[in-house]
């Protein structure tokens, strides 16, 4: 997927689910006017992981996604970037793209897990322009 198809994305806010008790990720188009919007439904824990970061608030002790990014961190890998790939049937996917050196590698994700990541190490979030076009 080339850079061409990608759409920079921020978090904007996590907000309650109506139903189900499932919160939702609100993502907005970086930068735009009148920025495009993507909710993706996530779990409670990986809401909490997400709003932390955006709050300024850290954990007493590492949780998994700030042990990941330490990890990452020291293995002299970088996360490059996250994008949001695709829906099918309400289930979202997503990638993480390790950079080590002259080499990126791109892994499979559910993007809660990604963007939690992203906010952690600072990497930028993408979503593809085929996906906001369906959405």
């Given at each position: 997927?080339?850079?061409?198809?990608?759409?920079?994305?921020?978090?904007?806010?996590?907000?309650?689910?109506?139903?189900?008790?499932?919160?939702?990720?609100?993502?907005?188009?970086?930068?735009?006017?009148?920025?495009?919007?993507?909710?993706?439904?996530?779990?409670?824990?990986?809401?909490?992981?997400?709003?932390?970061?955006?709050?300024?608030?850290?954990?007493?002790?590492?949780?998994?996604?700030?042990?990941?990014?330490?990890?990452?961190?020291?293995?002299?890998?970088?996360?490059?970037?996250?994008?949001?790939?695709?829906?099918?049937?309400?289930?979202?996917?997503?990638?993480?793209?390790?950079?080590?050196?002259?080499?990126?590698?791109?892994?499979?994700?559910?993007?809660?897990?990604?963007?939690?990541?992203?906010?952690?190490?600072?990497?930028?979030?993408?979503?593809?322009?085929?996906?906001?076009d369906q959405v």
């Amino acid at each position: 997927m080339g850079d061409g198809s990608l759409v920079e994305m921020e978090v904007v806010r996590v907000s309650p689910y109506l139903r189900d008790n499932r919160p939702l990720l609100w993502l907005g188009e970086k930068g735009a006017e009148v920025p495009r919007l993507l909710p993706i439904a996530i779990g409670e824990f990986e809401a909490a992981a997400i709003q932390m970061p955006l709050e300024g608030e850290e954990p007493v002790r590492p949780i998994s996604y700030d042990l990941l990014a330490s990890m990452v961190s020291r293995l002299g890998v970088a996360v490059h970037r996250v994008i949001i790939e695709s829906v099918h049937r309400s289930v979202f996917f997503a990638k993480v793209v390790l950079q080590a050196r002259d080499t990126a590698r791109a892994i499979d994700s559910r993007p809660s897990d990604a963007i939690a990541l992203a906010l952690r190490t600072g990497a930028p979030i993408y979503a593809s322009q085929a996906l906001l076009d369906q959405v």
